[in-house]
């Protein structure tokens, strides 16, 4: 008998079956091929971009993942920097984690230069050592994940507040940068060209493709975008084949 995803999946159910975890392996869902939890290597691929169709669970998505790095994570080690022009993230961390929210552009520029400056003083210095560079061990601190969600109403025409980062993005693995785009996936092939967003995807970013226009064509991995039922995207990484993932749900959260 052919075992399916199911329309939705828990994210607590799913949790209590994993192990201990780095601050960088973040819990997403449930996948297709074995029926077993996904996570996202963050270590391995620093970046994510989420692409959807309005209401295919874009949000939702990075709801789940805000709230799997902020449970049973130190705020020293996990930093959150959420952009949310739409306000669909609001209250999703209220803890010591948040960096920062920001639901303007005016809010961006006043939350972004602190980390920036972070970004800056974890650049090695011609101090560093090799063995220091291979360890990554010249700065300490805590991990950086700017989440950005709705980037299309973030990067409009030729202004983008994000473009700062750019710099910083080849560096990610080594400060401890992480960038997580959700867009529409209506124009996303004309928005690839996009600096941010095409340097996130040069450098090798994760992809999850949800339920989108066949017309739009790949956009991520090799795969032709489909209908898909709400919550469930095609993951695309460098650790695995291409699979259907179901991503959990954080308690008392529906797909948006």
């Known amino acids: 008998m052919v075992?399916?995803?199911?329309?939705?999946v828990r994210g607590a159910e799913l949790a209590a079956t994993r192990p201990k975890r780095l601050t960088t392996d973040v819990l997403l869902g449930l996948g297709e091929r074995e029926l077993a939890p996904v996570t996202l290597d963050f270590a391995a691929q620093p970046d994510l971009v989420i692409l959807g169709d309005s209401?295919?669970?874009k949000s939702t998505t990075l709801r789940t993942l805000c709230?799997?790095?902020?449970?049973g994570n130190d705020p020293s080690g996990v930093q959150v920097l959420i952009v949310d022009f739409r306000r669909a993230l609001l209250g999703t961390v209220e803890?010591?984690?948040?960096?920062?929210?920001?639901?303007?552009?005016?809010a961006l520029d006043a939350v972004l230069p602190r980390v920036l400056e972070t970004l800056r003083s974890r650049m090695p210095g011609p101090e560093v050592t090799q063995r220091q560079l291979r360890d990554r061990?010249?700065?300490c601190g805590p991990e950086l994940y700017v989440v950005v969600d709705d980037y299309d109403l973030v990067a409009t025409g030729t202004t983008n507040p994000l473009s700062p980062l750019l710099p910083y993005l080849p560096h990610a693995r080594d400060l401890g940068l992480h960038l997580l785009l959700a867009r529409r996936s209506g124009g996303a092939?004309?928005?690839?060209?996009?600096?941010?967003?095409?340097?996130?995807?040069d450098l090798g970013c994760m992809g999850l493709m949800m339920s989108a226009n066949p017309d739009e064509g790949v956009l991520l991995g090799s795969v032709r975008p489909v209908r898909l039922p709400p919550g469930r995207g095609t993951l695309v990484t460098r650790?695995?084949?291409e699979q259907l993932v179901q991503v959990a749900l954080a308690d008392?959260?529906?797909v948006s």
């Not at 075992?3 to 939705?8: I, N, T, V």
């Not at 709230?67 to 449970?71: E, G, K, P, S």
């Not at 803890?95 to 005016?106: C, F, I, K, N």
Request: hydrophobic share 50%; proline share 6%.
């Open 3 to 8: 075992r399916l995803l199911p329309a939705c």
């Open 55 to 57: 209401g295919c669970g």
């Open 67 to 71: 709230r799997n790095l902020v449970d």
């Open 95 to 106: 803890s010591q984690h948040l960096a920062g929210y920001a639901a303007s552009v005016a």
């Open 137 to 139: 061990s010249w700065w």
């Open 189 to 201: 092939a004309r928005a690839m060209f996009d600096p941010v967003l095409a340097a996130v995807k």
């Open 239 to 241: 650790a695995a084949p």
């Open 252 to 254: 008392g959260a529906d």
